[in-house]
């Protein structure tokens, strides 16, 4: 089951990283197909399995699973550089990102055309960088209106700019299906652990998705190096810190948040949980 | 002679007068210059009339000889010239060809207007060859003499910011300045144009979007109040902002293109973006976080943790005033996939001739080392070395960077050192360690956290949290020389319930100092402004 759902979720995601360039393909996905492959890929996620089968539940879970596990942001207050997010899987679609992009559907085409002709957030997108691509130096710079910053003598310096910024794409949405605070096993069963992400939006200026979910867990606790959030204990996260990426105990920010020696509770990028840092 | 050849020889002279005037008219054989003109009478001469000079129409060109004959044919010599080196480099020396007069103007104006004279250019006031001691020759109250007073400015130009001043807490003490946008965090604070610009982000509705706001001196919000700075940029962070003499500069990280990516825009003194708006400096998959930003007087400079070869590594972008990028990213660290170490947490500050740079040096396994490296402005390869300022037996974390006078002072907090304090060390632009690292704060068995510097010539002037008191974090203050050595006790600057955290603070006007800061007096993330004025000063 495990083999099919990869292949079929592969398949999937090898249409979604096509997604930025042609927002038709998303539209040809099924919504009922999607759903099924969402179904499938639960099971296969959350079932226990020996040995064998847990590391291709490992990479059948960075692949396809609900969203990978890694580094999560943290935006610990007031450092001038700020925390910010890794994905390690970068662009990788995860369950939601395909469900939401199903769920959407047909409408994306019309959104990408509504986005550019409204001069917003799409067209900052400059399709000749490196993004998506692995990196690298930008080819040229991009501004918000998508134009390339090029030296112009004749420019006024002091002329407004008025910024389109991005449509309003709503607030993220939740999907909570277990306590992410549980450090126990009450949350996912023994040997699961309950974790808390986000769903990166595939599209620019798209809608953000915070999950909770289950899956086997880890033994990283405060402080522990990772690499991902299943590196991590039940009821911890991980973060990039800006000095290594750790496991930090979720916390809430209001309240007493239970987070010792010296550490304060700092929002990590799902509204109203913290990590302890 | 034709009159043909004789235009002719006038003509290279004059010409080759604009490279060898010394030559132009010497009979020296060792001196190679043009034909020596011809003449009849002295007033055929070219120069006559200039009284700097001495001319004479002699036969053969023979200054010893006499006037031109039928068979000795005239030419122009230059009997004597006026000498007016004064053999002062500082001065350009000039004769004045209608009076014979020298002057000596000098090499760098009085632009002030104020009695002393700028120094050349590249050159410190006061230092020698720089030909100038005035520090400030825009401002006519800033000269050596001039009485210190305490206005956060240099004014008898000895290097040292309001001598001797102390920074006490202003009345109100603080004012919460964010909005129903909990939780906030601060991202940067400047002062220029008359106000603050504070830049942060936070909440709304579930979204991170992050904010500028204009302050007044005190800390009221300047119309139109809290502005995102970039529309429904879900996930927005960072803000460094700095105060570029007639603009503010901003950077920031957002994930509007699909991945985490560096922008920069300039801020108009009344807050409004600038035409062309966001310039992004990355775009690479991955992660480009953690900006920081320096003016270095000419130039912006951005750098930020970038994590596109796999580990992260830090990674700087030039733009000029106006926010125009010059040339592409440079990688400033080295760490890669498979490379057994990250870089991460980048601060940059601008110092004499180069840029520091402080960052946190995480090899796989170990605790993470704050390191520092001088680089040239242009960001080629950096001939200083790179020294660490920790040894990496502590969880030593998140280094910030000032300059000062003639050193950076770089300043970082420890989670596991005892005491858990705020330290610092000072290093020149050569990589020589001036001041080796030490506490700045003594927390005892508590813990400080979060330091911001402000340099003030001989001192440096730190504020920091500390939970020292056992009802969370309050913010401290404390001001040490150069060398590091304390001037003056720990003050605390905050008193309500719940934390008040990760204080950023910048020079305003008349002396003061402006802090923003997050606080949770109301039980959520709110951001809030405090400010120092300066107390008291007096000329060394």
Same mark, same amino acid.
């Given at each position: 089951?495990?083999?099919?759902?990869?292949?079929?979720?592969?398949?999937?995601?090898?249409?979604?990283?096509?997604?930025?360039?042609?927002?038709?393909?998303?539209?040809?996905?099924?919504?009922?197909?999607?759903?099924?492959?969402?179904?499938?890929?639960?099971?296969?996620?959350?079932?226990?399995?020996?040995?064998?089968?847990?590391?291709?539940?490992?990479?059948?879970?960075?692949?396809?699973?609900?969203?990978?596990?890694?580094?999560?942001?943290?935006?610990?207050?007031?450092?001038?550089?700020?925390?910010?997010?890794?994905?390690?899987?970068?662009?990788?679609?995860?369950?939601?990102?395909?469900?939401?992009?199903?769920?959407?559907?047909?409408?994306?085409?019309?959104?990408?055309?509504?986005?550019?002709?409204?001069?917003?957030?799409?067209?900052?997108?400059?399709?000749?960088?490196?993004?998506?691509?692995?990196?690298?130096?930008?080819?040229?710079?991009?501004?918000?209106?998508?134009?390339?910053?090029?030296?112009?003598?004749?420019?006024?310096?002091?002329?407004?700019?008025?910024?389109?910024?991005?449509?309003?794409?709503?607030?993220?949405?939740?999907?909570?299906?277990?306590?992410?605070?549980?450090?126990?096993?009450?949350?996912?069963?023994?040997?699961?652990?309950?974790?808390?992400?986000?769903?990166?939006?595939?599209?620019?200026?798209?809608?953000?998705?915070?999950?909770?979910?289950?899956?086997?867990?880890?033994?990283?606790?405060?402080?522990?190096?990772?690499?991902?959030?299943?590196?991590?204990?039940?009821?911890?996260?991980?973060?990039?810190?800006?000095?290594?990426?750790?496991?930090?105990?979720?916390?809430?920010?209001?309240?007493?948040?239970?987070?010792?020696?010296?550490?304060?509770?700092?929002?990590?990028?799902?509204?109203?949980?913290?990590?302890?840092? | 002679?034709?009159?043909?050849?004789?235009?002719?020889?006038?003509?290279?002279?004059?010409?080759?007068?604009?490279?060898?005037?010394?030559?132009?008219?010497?009979?020296?054989?060792?001196?190679?210059?043009?034909?020596?003109?011809?003449?009849?009478?002295?007033?055929? $001469?070219?120069?006559?009339?200039?009284? $700097?000079?001495?001319?004479?129409?002699?036969?053969? #060109?023979?200054?010893?000889?006499?006037?031109?004959?039928?068979?000795?044919?005239?030419?122009?010599?230059?009997?004597?010239?006026?000498?007016?080196?004064?053999?002062?480099? $500082?001065?350009?020396?000039?004769?004045?060809?209608?009076?014979?007069?020298?002057?000596?103007?000098?090499?760098?104006?009085?632009?002030?207007?104020?009695?002393?004279?700028?120094?050349?250019?590249?050159?410190?006031?006061?230092?020698? #060859?720089?030909?100038?001691?005035? $520090?400030?020759?825009?401002?006519?109250?800033?000269?050596?003499?001039?009485?210190?007073?305490?206005?956060?400015?240099?004014?008898?130009?000895?290097?040292?910011?309001?001598?001797?001043?102390?920074?006490?807490?202003?009345?109100?003490?603080?004012?919460?300045?964010?909005?129903?946008?909990?939780?906030?965090?601060?991202?940067?604070?400047?002062?220029?144009?008359?106000?603050?610009?504070?830049?942060?982000?936070?909440?709304?509705?579930?979204?991170?979007?992050?904010?500028?706001?204009?302050?007044?001196?005190?800390?009221?919000?300047?119309?139109?109040?809290?502005?995102?700075?970039?529309?429904?940029?879900?996930?927005?962070?960072?803000?460094?902002?700095?105060?570029?003499?007639?603009?503010?500069?901003?950077?920031?990280?957002?994930?509007?293109?699909?991945?985490?990516?560096?922008?920069?825009?300039?801020?108009?003194?009344?807050?409004?973006?600038?035409?062309?708006?966001?310039?992004?400096?990355?775009?690479?998959?991955?992660?480009?976080?953690?900006?920081?930003?320096?003016?270095?007087?000419?130039?912006?400079?951005?750098?930020?943790?970038?994590?596109?070869?796999?580990?992260?590594?830090?990674?700087?972008?030039?733009?000029?005033?106006?926010?125009?990028?010059?040339?592409?990213?440079?990688?400033?660290?080295?760490?890669?996939?498979?490379?057994?170490?990250?870089?991460?947490?980048?601060?940059?500050?601008?110092?004499?001739?180069?840029?520091?740079?402080?960052?946190?040096?995480?090899?796989?396994?170990?605790?993470?080392?704050?390191?520092?490296?001088?680089?040239?402005?242009?960001?080629?390869?950096?001939?200083?070395?790179?020294?660490?300022?920790?040894?990496?037996?502590?969880?030593?974390?998140?280094?910030?960077?000032?300059?000062?006078?003639?050193?950076?002072?770089?300043?970082?907090?420890?989670?596991?050192?005892?005491?858990?304090?705020?330290?610092?060390?000072?290093?020149?632009?050569?990589?020589?360690?001036?001041?080796?690292?030490?506490?700045?704060?003594?927390?005892?068995?508590?813990?400080?956290?979060?330091?911001?510097?402000?340099?003030?010539?001989?001192?440096?002037?730190?504020?920091?949290?500390?939970?020292?008191?056992?009802?969370?974090?309050?913010?401290?203050?404390?001001?040490?020389?150069?060398?590091?050595?304390?001037?003056?006790?720990?003050?605390?600057?905050?008193?309500?319930?719940?934390?008040?955290?990760?204080?950023?603070?910048?020079?305003?006007?008349?002396?003061?100092?402006?802090?923003?800061?997050?606080?949770?007096?109301?039980?959520?993330?709110?951001?809030?402004?405090?400010?120092?004025?300066?107390?008291?000063?007096?000329?060394?």
């Amino acid at each position: 089951v495990g083999d099919t759902v990869d292949q079929v979720v592969e398949a999937v995601r090898m249409r979604r990283l096509h997604v930025l360039d042609v927002s038709t393909e998303v539209a040809e996905i099924p919504l009922a197909t999607q759903h099924q492959i969402d179904t499938n890929r639960r099971a296969a996620c959350e079932l226990p399995r020996g040995d064998g089968r847990e590391r291709r539940i490992v990479a059948a879970t960075r692949a396809s699973c609900p969203r990978p596990r890694p580094p999560f942001p943290a935006r610990l207050g007031g450092l001038p550089w700020g925390m910010r997010t890794r994905r390690t899987d970068d662009r990788r679609p995860g369950r939601k990102d395909a469900r939401l992009a199903a769920a959407i559907g047909l409408s994306l085409v019309a959104l990408a055309a509504a986005l550019a002709s409204a001069g917003g957030c799409a067209p900052s997108i400059d399709s000749t960088t490196s993004a998506g691509t692995g990196g690298g130096p930008p080819s040229k710079f991009a501004t918000s209106t998508g134009a390339a910053a090029e030296p112009d003598a004749s420019a006024d310096a002091f002329e407004d700019y008025h910024d389109p910024g991005c449509p309003d794409a709503g607030p993220p949405l939740t999907d909570f299906q277990c306590d992410a605070y549980a450090s126990d096993s009450s949350a996912c069963g023994p040997g699961f652990g309950c974790y808390i992400a986000v769903d990166y939006p595939m599209t620019p200026c798209g809608q953000e998705t915070y999950v909770t979910f289950c899956a086997r867990a880890g033994h990283g606790r405060q402080g522990a190096s990772c690499v991902s959030a299943q590196d991590c204990a039940g009821g911890f996260v991980c973060v990039v810190t800006g000095s290594g990426n750790q496991c930090v105990r979720l916390c809430p920010l209001t309240g007493a948040d239970g987070c010792t020696d010296g550490l304060v509770c700092d929002p990590i990028d799902v509204q109203g949980f913290g990590g302890c840092l | 002679v034709t009159l043909a050849a004789r235009a002719l020889a006038l003509a290279s002279c004059a010409a080759f007068t604009a490279v060898a005037v010394a030559a132009c008219g010497s009979r020296s054989e060792l001196e190679i210059g043009p034909a020596l003109p011809p003449c009849s009478v002295v007033s055929d $001469c070219p120069g006559f009339g200039d009284r $700097c000079q001495t001319l004479a129409c002699k036969a053969n #060109g023979d200054a010893n000889a006499g006037p031109p004959t039928l068979d000795a044919p005239g030419e122009c010599v230059v009997l004597s010239k006026v000498d007016c080196d004064d053999h002062d480099p $500082c001065t350009n020396d000039v004769c004045d060809p209608s009076t014979g007069a020298c002057a000596h103007p000098h090499v760098t104006p009085d632009a002030d207007g104020d009695g002393s004279y700028a120094p050349l250019p590249g050159h410190v006031a006061g230092d020698p #060859g720089s030909c100038g001691t005035d $520090c400030d020759d825009a401002n006519a109250s800033v000269h050596p003499g001039a009485i210190e007073v305490c206005d956060g400015v240099d004014n008898d130009c000895n290097g040292v910011v309001d001598d001797g001043a102390l920074f006490v807490q202003s009345d109100p003490a603080v004012v919460r300045i964010s909005g129903d946008i909990a939780p906030a965090s601060p991202g940067g604070l400047a002062f220029g144009g008359g106000n603050y610009a504070a830049v942060y982000w936070g909440s709304t509705g579930g979204d991170f979007q992050i904010f500028s706001q204009l302050l007044t001196p005190s800390g009221a919000s300047v119309p139109p109040g809290e502005t995102p700075l970039v529309l429904n940029a879900n996930g927005a962070s960072g803000g460094p902002v700095v105060w570029a003499g007639d603009r503010f500069g901003v950077a920031w990280s957002d994930p509007r293109s699909g991945s985490y990516d560096i922008f920069f825009a300039g801020l108009q003194p009344n807050g409004a973006k600038i035409a062309p708006g966001d310039v992004q400096l990355s775009a690479a998959s991955g992660y480009s976080v953690n900006p920081s930003l320096a003016w270095t007087g000419t130039e912006f400079v951005v750098a930020w943790q970038d994590d596109r070869s796999g580990a992260f590594a830090v990674l700087a972008q030039r733009l000029d005033g106006a926010g125009t990028p010059i040339g592409g990213n440079v990688a400033l660290t080295g760490a890669s996939t498979g490379s057994g170490f990250a870089d991460e947490s980048p601060e940059i500050a601008s110092g004499l001739s180069t840029l520091g740079f402080a960052w946190s040096h995480e090899p796989t396994g170990a605790p993470p080392i704050v390191s520092f490296q001088a680089i040239p402005r242009d960001l080629t390869a950096a001939t200083a070395p790179v020294v660490a300022l920790t040894d990496g037996t502590t969880h030593a974390v998140y280094p910030t960077i000032t300059w000062s006078t003639d050193r950076y002072v770089v300043a970082w907090y420890d989670e596991t050192a005892q005491p858990a304090a705020i330290y610092a060390a000072a290093v020149d632009e050569q990589g020589h360690i001036l001041a080796p690292a030490r506490a700045i704060s003594s927390p005892g068995n508590a813990h400080s956290r979060f330091p911001s510097m402000l340099p003030l010539g001989d001192r440096v002037l730190f504020v920091y949290a500390d939970d020292r008191v056992g009802d969370g974090y309050e913010l401290y203050t404390r001001t040490v020389t150069t060398d590091l050595d304390p001037l003056t006790d720990e003050v605390r600057l905050t008193h309500a319930s719940g934390d008040s955290l990760s204080p950023v603070a910048a020079f305003g006007p008349n002396g003061d100092v402006g802090i923003l800061f997050l606080d949770q007096r109301n039980g959520e993330h709110d951001l809030y402004f405090t400010r120092l004025t300066c107390a008291a000063s007096g000329s060394p």
